[in-house]
Each structure stands twice: as C-alpha cells, then as structure tokens.
C-alpha cells in the first residue's frame, strides 16, 4: 500500500515507518522536524520505498499518485516540547488533522489519526474506558494539547459522518523504548539520564502519582492491528500495568545498577493523580494486548539510552 506518514522523523511515527516497510509497502513520510529528529530515519532513509517531505502539515499536503492510508502521527507531545510550542501544538492537533484529513478525502484513503489519554484530563473513573468523557480543563496549563486531541477527534468524527471516511482513532498511553529524546521532560527518559550519570532522580510530588507504560513495540503491534480492524471507534492503546512514580524510579535504578538518590520536586500544576487504560475493546474487537512487561521493556532500552547519554558526555 501507499501510506502517507505525518510525524515520521518522532519516536512513535519512526517505529511505524519501519514496521511498514518492513511489510512491504510504500511510505511517504512528513515531518518539519520541529520534535523529530533524521537519526531516527536513518535504517529506512535511503530505501526505494520511502520518501521523506520536510513539511509542516499545518500547512496544505500535495502527494501524487494513490494514497491509501493516511496516518496523522504529527504532535508536540511532551509537556516540555508543548509548553514551549503552545500555538504549534495547537494547529497540528487542528490544521494538521484537518489538512490530512483532506488529502485523505482527496485520495479516498483510510485515515488512522493519533489520540491520547490526556483526552481523559485528571480522570475521575479509573481505569479510563474509551465511554469516559474526561475531567478537562479547556484553559489549563496543559490545554494546548488536550485540547487539540480533543478538537481534532471531533473533526475526524465529522469528516467520517459527513464525507463517509474509513477512519481509526488511537487513544495511546504513555509509551517508552528507543528513540526517545532525552530532553523531552518525559519520565522514563528524564529517570534514565539521570540514573546513568548519577544525578538525582527527580521524583515530582510523592511519587504516589501513577502511570501505565507500554513499550513501543507493543504499540506499533496495536496500531497495526487497530488499521486492519474496522473499528471507526476510539481504541485505547496502552499497557495497563499501572506503576507509581516512585515505583518505576526504583526499577530504573535496578536495571541501571544506578547509586542515583531520589529526590523530590513539586509536582507540576494539574499533573494527573492516576492514569491507567481499560483496553477491554482492544482486546475483543482487535485481538491485541501488550506482551512486554516493564522490566524487560526497560532491559530491552537500556543499550539505547546508555548510547544516547554517552554520545552527550
């Protein structure tokens, strides 16, 4: 198949480009490079089926030829990226789905679109099914991103009610494995930088918080089996083996063999207290459930984050 892949150069959309063309079809992939980065590229890069469009897909998409999927990864979606680039998280979640959106009316392509658990805000119901609305805050510090998620399935609901569009949503949860950047100011990156120099492992509040880890291996399996399913519902992706913070900072220490002490920081405003996925509709509807436990999916990392701390030495 012909697939257009937007937010390819991220940690995420990289993985798929791989598996992708590892399955044989052919990618174009956009990316302004903003959050992503080429070296996430480079074992698919110079291959005759893959091409890359330096793009902000805010803007309008012109592809030739057939497209038959079109896959809206394109996000700010860390805190630290998102906080800094407000405005442009906001008109990827909005312009980007929207122009992708197009061009898959254009093509009649199938659209797969990625969503977020942060859809839920602080949840009240635990864990957060995929008929929970959510405990959001519209104007909060962390609006610019849940908002744009929010908006953005809005309008993927409307293009498939009105224009007829083959279309997945996935709410992903926090998933972690290589290609992270060590600057995003996301949890599992930030605890191993700082376990393998031996600095102070920043635990925000009392480390009672919790979250629930998927590796992206698992992930890219989910979002496989959500595209050839015909599921036009939103599907939660995510690993439900919920962990404190405190919790996974010990584990990293483990595997690391780190001395780091933990410290504690205040936690940041309107951090959500708990965060765990029911995949229930993953399971019965796509046959998919993660198989990575957090252990040896912190195990399998661990080479690519020591390569990426000592390449900053």
Same mark, same amino acid.
């Given at each position: 198949?012909?697939?257009?892949?937007?937010?390819?150069?991220?940690?995420?959309?990289?993985?798929?480009?791989? $598996?992708?063309? $590892? /399955?044989?079809?052919?990618i174009m992939a956009i990316d302004n490079m903003v959050s992503g980065r080429g070296e /996430?590229?480079?074992?698919?890069?110079?291959? /005759?089926?893959?091409?890359?469009?330096? *793009?902000?897909?805010?803007?309008?998409?012109?592809?030739?030829?057939?497209?038959?999927?079109?896959?809206?990864?394109?996000?700010?979606?860390?805190?630290?990226?998102?906080?800094?680039?407000?405005? $442009?998280?906001l008109k990827v979640g909005a312009l980007g789905t929207h122009k992708t959106l197009g061009l898959a009316k254009e093509k009649g392509a199938s659209y797969l679109f990625a969503s977020t658990s942060e859809v839920y805000g602080s949840p009240e119901v *635990?864990?957060?099914?995929?008929?929970?609305?959510?405990?959001?805050?519209?104007?909060?510090?962390?609006?610019?991103?849940?908002?744009?998620?929010?908006?953005?399935?809005?309008?993927?609901?409307?293009?498939?009610? $009105?224009?007829?569009?083959?279309?997945?949503?996935a709410r992903?949860? /926090?998933?972690?494995?290589? =290609?992270?950047?060590?600057?995003?100011?996301?949890v599992i990156p930030n605890f191993m930088r700082q376990a393998l120099t031996d600095a102070p492992m920043t635990v925000y509040g009392d480390g009672s918080q919790t979250r629930s880890f998927c590796h992206v291996d698992d992930l890219i399996e989910g979002l496989l089996a959500l595209m050839a399913s015909e599921v036009d519902d939103p599907v939660n992706i995510g690993n439900p083996d919920e962990r404190t913070i405190l919790e996974l900072a010990e584990l990293i220490r483990e595997v690391t063999g780190s001395s780091s002490r933990i410290t504690h920081e205040d936690l940041p405003p309107q951090d959500p207290p708990i965060?765990?996925?029911?995949i229930s509709r993953? =399971?019965?509807?796509?046959?998919?459930?993660?198989?990575?436990?957090?252990?040896?999916?912190?195990?399998r990392s661990l080479p690519y984050f020591e390569a990426e701390v000592a390449a900053r030495r």
């Open positions: 198949m012909n697939i257009v892949v937007s937010g390819a150069g991220g940690f995420i959309g990289s993985h798929l480009c791989d $598996k992708l063309i $590892k /399955n044989g079809h052919r /996430n590229l480079e074992d698919i890069f110079y291959h /005759n089926r893959f091409t890359l469009y330096r *793009h902000d897909v805010s803007e309008f998409i012109h592809i030739g030829g057939a497209v038959d999927w079109v896959i809206h990864l394109a996000s700010l979606a860390s805190p630290m990226f998102y906080s800094e680039h407000p405005i $442009k998280t *635990h864990p957060q099914p995929e008929s929970y609305r959510g405990n959001v805050d519209p104007f909060g510090p962390r609006s610019c991103y849940d908002e744009s998620k929010r908006y953005a399935e809005a309008m993927i609901r409307a293009y498939r009610d $009105k224009h007829d569009i083959d279309i997945r949503i992903i949860f /926090n998933t972690y494995g290589p =290609r992270m950047r060590l600057d995003d100011g996301r965060r765990r996925p029911d993953a =399971r019965s509807r796509l046959g998919w459930e993660p198989e990575i436990d957090l252990l040896d999916g912190l195990e």
